[in-house]
Antibody
Framework: QVHLVQSGAEVTKPGASVKVSCKASGYTFTNYYIHWVRQAPGQGLEWMGLINTRGGDTFYARRFQGRVTMTRDTSTTTVYMELRTLRYDDTAVYYC???????????????WGQGTLVTVSS | EIQMTQSPSSLSASVGDRVTISCRASQSIYNSLNWFQQKPGKAPNLLIYGASNLHSGVPSRFSGSGSGTDFTLTISGLQPEDFASYHCQQTYKTPYTFGQGTKLEIK
């Protein structure tokens, strides 16, 4: 059974950094990309970027470029998302999502982590 | 960036009803559209991919249609567990943008 298990909730201050982990199990880790999506309280979903778990290459949404880094450790089948220079409006639930990518535009976001609440507060 | 606009933003319906939710893209995305269901405090679940393909394990009362810029999610015969929020997402071009969501409530 496919599982994506994320690290626990975080409370951080403005200007600080946060690193969220996502441990994958139940499938061949390097056959799927991992994407990150966030949701601010009471708001819609926002796509942040992706990592190719095989090669490690990444692609970030423009609004996060320079502040976000996604990495992976194939030995532990874990993906990490670090967001720096946090602002109050970064308060959100952050999700990792498994996506099969064969280069075609149809992409199934078919397994989600349980979410990690990151609260930015002074 | 492709803008995704969902309508309505909220909807009241009764068990057994047929409901439709619309999603419009700011440019053609062909059939590169996902639909998700999300319940409070939970992660979204994939319902439909490729605009009209039912994801594994999703009940057949859910269906999707459309191509180009206009898409529809239909739920035929609402069940109590269907009262939730629904989101569309385009995967044609990065960033893979979402609609603002539709909250389906019990009338």
């Amino acid at each position: 059974q496919v599982h994506l298990v994320q690290s626990g909730a975080e409370v951080t201050k403005p200007g600080a950094s946060v690193k969220v982990s996502c441990k994958a199990s139940g499938y061949t880790f390097t056959n799927y990309y991992i994407h990150w999506v966030r949701q601010a309280p009471g708001q819609g979903l926002e796509w942040m970027g992706l990592i190719n778990t095989r090669g490690g290459d990444t692609f970030y949404a423009r609004r996060f470029q320079g502040r976000v880094t996604m990495t992976r450790d194939t030995s532990t089948t874990t993906v990490y998302m670090e967001l720096r220079t946090l602002r109050y409006d970064d308060t959100a639930v952050y999700y990792c999502v498994r996506v099969y990518d064969d280069g075609e535009p149809i992409k199934r976001f078919d397994a989600w982590g349980q979410g990690t609440l990151v609260t930015v507060s002074s | 960036e492709i803008q995704m606009t969902q309508s309505p933003s909220s909807l009241s319906a009764s068990v057994g009803d047929r409901v439709t939710i619309s999603c419009r893209a700011s440019q053609s995305i062909y059939n590169s559209l996902n639909w998700f269901q999300q319940k409070p405090g939970k992660a979204p679940n994939l319902l439909i991919y490729g605009a009209s393909n039912l994801h594994s394990g999703v009940p057949s009362r859910f269906s999707g249609s459309g191509s180009g810029t206009d898409f529809t999610l239909t739920i035929s015969g609402l069940q109590p567990e269907d009262f939730a929020s629904y989101h569309c997402q385009q995967t044609y071009k990065t960033p893979y943008t979402f609609g603002q969501g539709t909250k389906l409530e019990i009338k």
